[in-house]
């Protein structure tokens, strides 16, 4: 055999070595292969387990460790994490590749994979017409922003926030530069669109919920349109004033505009108490005039029709009908006055019959004891009735 590797790791017998005689050099002595790798044998016994004694490397030991490294390269270059409030973006070679969830995932070792985590349930918040400090809240008033053109041609002073989360993490990630500022400028733009459309007075008093709908409706659209990515949940009006140097004379305006529809208010409030009692009386009016018309209508349609009848009896028997028509209308002449009988042919010179008006005699109240005559009624005036014998 050319040579046997003992335990110290040197090379003997044969030519010096594995391949025989090398060549000389003569410049300079070559390493010794036998003590690098004696070296190198002392480093790893140091390293390992039990390290400090002598002779060959445990191999299981060995294979736990390759592991090890193993596991923790996989986890470090081929596993990422997704917080709850995040969403993974998976790109491959800079394109999107997959959205991953929250929890942990695999992924390819850069540069092959990248992967980009926004928080999409963060409500973020932009606010216009008011400065922000670094945590995010109100500061010093911005004129340019806040002051807006209304459309009866007064100026307003309007503060408002608009809350908006990540609804696409891809789009939000590529198709927006400036994701803060692209939201502010068009919240400002539809604010200035809607107050432009609207007149001053209902924006400080009613319409300010009708207002803030508006508005999102507005800025969705539009984000929209750009595909942001980006879903706005709600705009809130902060302050909606007139310009300070003018509030003054606005608010007196105001108390103006307040007292007047005050006094139409009870104006309108009289017309509704007058109008129907009007109303009712007239009607009431309109509906006595008809009862009466219909009245006199069907009284004239009976004596209409009595008069047919009584010359219907007339032509039948003629004197029958006129002598009951004269005692019909003798008994409604005379029936309720006084009468004093005079006749002509009795044995009285003046011809008046000799007639005692006898008032009922009662007794104590109990009845008449002598009864008139239905015929006979007390005279006490001069009305004469003449009876002739050939009546």
Known sequence: MPGIIHASGGWKGGNGGPWGQGPRNTGSTPPDLEELLRRSQDRLRRVLPGGGGTGNVNPVALIAILALVLVFAAYFFFTFRVQPNEVGVVLRFGAYARDAQPGLNFRLPYPIETVYTPEVTTLNRVIIGQGQDENGAAGRDIPEESLMLTGDENIVDIDFAVFWIINSAPDYLFHMQDPQGTVKAVSESAMREVVGQSNIQPLLTQARQITETKVEAL??????????????????????????????????????????????????????????????????????????????????????????????????????????????????????????????????TNGVVPYLPLQPLTDNGVGPLISPSPDVTPPTTTTSTTTGSGQ
């Not at 595909?227 to 606005?250: E, H, M, N, R």
């Not at 105001?254 to 007058?274: G, H, W």
């Not at 009386?281 to 006595?288: D, G, R, Y």
């Not at 010359?311 to 019909?328: F, G, I, N």
């Open 219 to 348: 800025i969705q659209k539009t984000l929209d349109e750009f595909g942001s990515g980006i879903l706005v949940t709600q705009v809130q009006l902060l302050k909606v004033d007139p310009p300070g140097d003018v509030i003054a004379s606005f608010r007196d305006v105001q108390a103006a505009r307040a007292d007047a529809d005050r006094v139409q208010n009870e104006a309108q409030t009289y017309a509704n108490k007058v109008v129907p009692e009007a109303k009712g009386q007239a009607s009431q009016i309109t509906e006595a005039a008809a009862a009466y018309r219909d009245r006199i209508i069907a009284e004239a349609q009976g004596q209409a029709d009595r008069f047919d009848k009584v010359y219907e009896s007339y032509k039948a028997a003629p004197d029958v009908t006129r002598r009951r028509m004269y005692l019909e209308t003798m008994e409604q002449v005379l029936g309720n006055v006084d009468k004093v009988i005079i006749d002509r042919g009795a044995g009285s």
